[in-house]
């Protein structure tokens, strides 16, 4: 996901009252939301101002009246970060999907390994029916005596 729909997102979820951009060369600059949040045009201006290709980081300063619940004045409540990512430094999760084709393989192999426990038993039973035959003969000689 780009930073700038990041950044879209957080503003429509959260009430930001300032936005703190760090560019990748190290400059910074900020931008007041107070105000601003019944104004989409005044916030869809100061988006597209932004340089977005050069963006490394975006804070967000959440407005006060969103945080009357916290009992603690806590600043770092008071922030939310998105930063870019670079594609060396992304993690695919391609692997993950990988991996877990794997754990699908051993599901199977379990079953097979069940299969072979049933025939197991179907030997067990035909050497049940060869003693019980063995049985039978044992009966007919004495018998004889």
């Known amino acids: 996901m780009s930073i700038l729909k990041q950044v879209k997102s957080v503003l429509k ?8 951009v760090e560019y990748a060369n190290g400059s910074t600059k900020e931008y007041s939301l107070d105000g601003k949040n019944g104004s989409k045009s005044a916030i869809k201006d ?63 192999d379990d079953d097979d390994d069940d299969d072979d426990d049933d ?10 029916d060869d003693d019980d035959d063995d049985d039978d003969d044992d009966d007919d000689d004495d018998d004889d005596n």
């Open 46 to 108: 100061i988006l597209d101002s932004i340089k977005w290709k050069d963006v490394a980081e975006v804070q967000f300063v959440l407005d006060d009246d969103e945080d009357d619940d916290d009992d603690d004045d806590d600043d770092d409540d008071d922030e939310v970060n998105v930063r870019s990512v670079n594609d060396d430094d992304y993690d695919d999760d391609d692997d993950d999907d990988y991996d877990d084709d794997d754990d699908d393989d051993d599901d199977d």
């Open 13 to 20: 979820s959260k009430d930001v009252s300032q936005l703190i």
């Open 119 to 128: 025939d197991d038993d179907d030997d067990d039973d035909d050497d049940d």
